[in-house]
């Protein structure tokens, strides 16, 4: 019974602090909107590092006590270091961490890709370096945390339409990505459920 219960209150835990996480990011897309801090020709790293200042800025990470870092290394304690072996490194571009008074680590992973309406090639690599990089066998598959989307031509449903064709295409119906409130989707996979965000800096 004692460890069902700590296991309830950590999942608790871990489901509070994802929920913060994804505030401190989606609000950090708004204000990124409002200071029209994003030009559509930007890299996917200019976005995140803008976007990244502004969870920084935001007083509600110091309140949560989270901190966060960019383009984190993921390191392996498999391979034998050797000179320059950690720019060879998979890398996720955000990563939100808390340490509770009980001491229990929690830490959230963000990967981000630009996506354009007229590009498939930015869709295909949306789903070959991004989502199957979180499922078994990928990069980040030990990683919690979610995708998001910077749209940059077009519209979102566009993209996310052109991201869903591609999976159809590779038999993956199952895996399309659904709308489940505003900015915030889903994908349901095999081994777990990723959470993804669309961010329009065009419309």
Known sequence: MTGTLSSSIF????????????????????????????????????????????VNENPKRINWRISTNV???????????????AAKLSRIDMRLTNISWLKNEYIYYVEAKNLKSKDSGLKR??????????????????CNGLLVGYILEGKTID???????????????????LNIKDISYQSNHTVRNLKHLFFDFVN
């Not at 690599?125 to 030990?142: A, C, E, M, P, S």
Request: with cysteine; charged share 25%.
């Open 125 to 142: 690599r949306y789903i070959d370096t991004g989502i199957d990089n979180f499922l078994i066998g990928g990069k980040y598959h030990q």
């Open 159 to 177: 993209c996310v339409d052109g991201v869903n064709k591609l999976l159809k295409k590779d038999k993956r119906e199952t895996e399309v990505i």
């Open 71 to 85: 383009e984190n290394f993921n390191f392996d304690k498999n391979i034998i270091p050797y000179k320059g072996f």
């Open 11 to 54: 999942l608790n835990v871990q489901n509070k602090f994802e929920n913060r996480c994804i505030t401190l990011f989606t609000e950090a897309y708004y204000t990124s909107i409002n200071n029209q801090s994003i030009a559509l020709d930007f890299d996917e790293n200019d976005i995140t590092a803008i976007l990244h200042g502004y």
